[in-house]
């Protein structure tokens, strides 16, 4: 069975499993999108720093809406998704080190967050509040950065990626992002697993379906939206198969990408593409760190810092902690 499934999907490959990002098309349907699935990565993101679990539910759905979006640079550089709002979880920062690496940290009131669960008021919009989401893609220090800013007004980062598509882009884009705590045989530690899916519509004729301006219309709503607003019945069918997917499905360790595929689109038929392998890995090191404290401080500033003749910087992403003699630096300056 294993064999017709692979013939099916056209794989000359084995299925690929965790901590992938799996690019497809779906041609008859004038779609393309990438799923991604996450297991040691994100558990090591998340479990390093002991989050509470909306806390840490939150934050590994903004991993994989980065690995979704920063998956798809085509180029050597960093994507990084960043929230700043007023809720109990008031920042979030996720870097994507193209073409594979990911790290990410969250920051939380832990007065605000224990009186929002004790409200029940947990979910991703209640314990983000208002404020704003920055997806910022940087090239180096030779070209300009690109940052595309999104209000934060009580949605889900699904709902924020779909409203920066269609402000930014004007592509219309479906995403759904799944997190989950599960337990498997002779393992007694729940770790995380997530998985997410993007998909987007890209008309062969080149004609947008979409309003004119950025917020004239919503495609998620037609009857809400301009009334010229006509949306292509390939992207009405694409979104409709990727509404049926069950967050289990997106998270399942069990279910491969290629298989997830085939079970939502085998009827229209779905052309998949070698994965791409996913990591953990945290851009910090001794030689930057020393280099920024060298640079952006002064003896006096330096002699402060210290502890017990120490200074010490402990990565918000790692927590790697860096240590250093401020004497160190007094021959550079």
């Not at 990911?102 to 509040?129: C, I, N, V």
């Not at 997410?196 to 062969?204: E, K, S, T, V, W």
Request: charged content about 25%; hydrophobic content about 40%.
């Amino acid at each position: 069975m294993t064999e017709n499934l692979l013939s099916s999907l056209g794989l000359d490959r084995p299925e690929s499993g965790d901590d992938a990002v799996v690019p497809f098309t779906l041609d008859k349907l004038d779609t393309r999108g990438r799923v991604v699935r996450l297991g040691e990565a994100l558990d090591t993101i998340l479990s390093r720093h002991d989050y509470p679990l909306p806390v840490a539910r939150l934050l590994g759905e903004a991993v994989v809406l980065s690995a979704l979006i920063g998956s798809s640079l085509k180029f050597e550089g960093r994507f990084i998704l960043q929230t700043q709002t007023d809720g109990p979880v008031n920042l979030i920062v996720v870097d994507f080190d193209a073409p594979d690496g990911m790290r990410g940290y969250a920051r939380y009131d832990h007065d605000a967050l224990l009186k929002a669960s004790e409200e029940g008021r947990t979910s991703p919009a209640e314990l983000l509040g208002k404020g704003h989401l920055a997806m910022t893609i940087d090239q180096g220090s030779h070209t300009e950065r690109y940052q595309g800013i999104v209000a934060l007004e009580g949605n889900s980062l699904e709902q924020v990626a779909h409203t920066y598509f269609m402000q930014s882009e004007q592509i219309p884009t479906l995403v759904r992002l799944a997190v989950a705590q599960m337990t498997t045989k002779g393992d007694h530690r729940p770790r995380w697993r997530a998985g997410g899916m993007l998909i987007q519509h890209l008309p062969a004729n080149g004609i947008s379906v979409m309003a004119d301006l950025p917020g004239d219309g919503n495609y998620d709503n037609p009857e809400t939206a301009d009334p010229d607003f006509v949306e292509a019945d390939g992207w009405s069918e694409s979104k409709a198969l990727l509404g049926t997917v069950a967050d289990l499905e997106l998270a399942d360790p069990d279910l491969s990408p290629e298989r997830l595929l085939f079970r939502l689109f085998h009827e229209t038929g779905v052309r998949v593409f070698p994965p791409q392998a996913l990591e953990e890995r945290c851009t910090c090191s001794a030689e930057r760190i020393e280099d920024m404290l060298a640079t952006s401080f002064t003896n006096e500033d330096r002699e402060e810092m210290a502890v017990d003749g120490e200074i010490e910087v402990v990565c918000e992403f790692c927590s790697t902690a860096y240590r250093f003699n401020p004497h160190q630096f007094e021959a550079k300056n």
